[in-house]
């Protein structure tokens, strides 16, 4: 084995640097993705079972309770069922208690007159024909009242016209006399036409009295009834408004893996990177070895001395520097050692001529 050929030194860098995993320069393994986003869905989970629970505060008022109570067991899902239970108050509760009994016997009572409501739903409005529509006298309107109260006036005021006429002189079929008789038709005109519409409107107020009545009459059985139905409602509690818990977010575990993973990743690449770098280096070395075939390797020369691997002829491969004061390189240098190697194969020794041994490296 030719010592610049840098692969004999490999198996040594385990010695030097440990990478993430276990292995020698092995990536991190990827995180089991999956149980941790199982884990952070299940402590989302118990985190919103611990916000509903937080939010079903029971409530006490002057006018009733509401409480809520776990129910043994859960769901199909594993939630906590819980119950909602409202009572109210001592003297409320008596008050819906007399309440509904006294609903039940006024619906009872109310039922009892459902016949005759539906009987004035099938027949909607009033008997017109029953209203009021005489005057004075049955059969007679109020026009007609009025014009026979009128009549006997009017005959008088005639025959008064007729005397003062007479009186004066002035013979049927004058002008004068005519004149004056249309004058005095004139006046009885106006008399039956103002009877008329005092007739008319004493008909229509009458008519109108007699339809309100008639429509009270006919309502009256069901307002009865739309009374007896209602009545005083009992006070239902008003429960205040609870501050709802905050919703809130189990472990990210999922995340904290990646994280984990990210961090360790980064960490194997900064390894990787610097084994990189220390291979460069090693190639760098070992193309130096081959440029410079006889080298010191008198141990009396070298100090750091360190072991990192075994010589295919079964002797230590070592990393050290030349002691000062030599004209020696400073560089770290890898090679062997001249006292074991002089052991297995003296002819690789070279004996120099300031006393000290050095190694043929082209023989080895």
Not at 9 to 32: E, I, M, N, R
Request: no cysteine.
């Amino acid at each position: 084995m030719k010592l610049f050929d840098i692969s004999w030194f490999l198996p040594a860098l385990g010695d030097y640097f440990t990478f993430y995993g276990g292995g020698k320069g092995s990536a991190p393994p990827a995180p089991d993705y999956t149980g941790a986003a199982n884990a952070t869905a299940a402590g989302n989970l118990e985190a919103a079972r611990a916000t509903a629970a937080a939010n079903r505060t029971n409530q006490i008022t002057p006018y009733g309770n509401l409480t809520y109570t776990a129910n043994p067991g859960t769901d199909p899902y594993g939630n906590t069922l819980y119950t909602a239970t409202q009572t109210l108050a001592p003297a409320q509760q008596g008050i819906l208690n007399q309440t509904n009994k006294l609903n039940e016997g006024l619906m009872t009572t109310a039922n009892s007159g459902l016949d005759y409501a539906n009987t004035v739903l099938s027949q909607p409005g009033v008997d017109t024909s029953q209203l009021a529509q005489t005057g004075i006298n049955p059969g007679q309107s109020y026009q007609d009242a009025m014009m026979t109260r009128l009549a006997p006036q009017i005959d008088r005021e005639d025959a008064a016209l007729e005397q003062q006429l007479a009186n004066r002189g002035i013979a049927a079929g004058t002008d004068a006399y005519n004149q004056a008789k249309t004058l005095q038709a004139q006046k009885h005109n106006d008399l039956l036409n103002s009877a008329t519409v005092q007739g008319m409107n004493t008909g229509l107020a009458a008519n109108q009295q007699g339809f309100q009545q008639a429509a009270y009459n006919q309502m009256q059985p069901i307002n009865v009834i739309n009374a007896l139905r209602t009545g005083s409602q009992v006070q239902n509690p008003s429960f205040a408004s609870t501050p709802m818990q905050a919703n809130t977010a189990g472990p990210d575990l999922l995340g904290a893996a990646n994280a984990s993973y990210q961090n360790q990743l980064n960490a194997y690449n900064a390894q990787q990177a610097q084994s990189g770098g220390f291979m460069g280096g090693l190639m760098s070395l070992g193309g130096s070895l081959g440029s410079a075939a006889i080298r010191n390797s008198d141990r009396k020369l070298k100090k750091d001395i360190k072991r990192i691997g075994t010589h295919d002829l079964g002797i230590g491969i070592y990393t050290y520097h030349y002691k000062d004061g030599h004209d020696l390189p400073k560089e770290l240098q890898v090679g062997v050692m001249v006292d074991e190697l002089e052991k297995v194969m003296p002819e690789a020794i070279v004996k120099m001529s300031n006393g000290y041994k050095a190694v043929n490296y082209a023989l080895i």
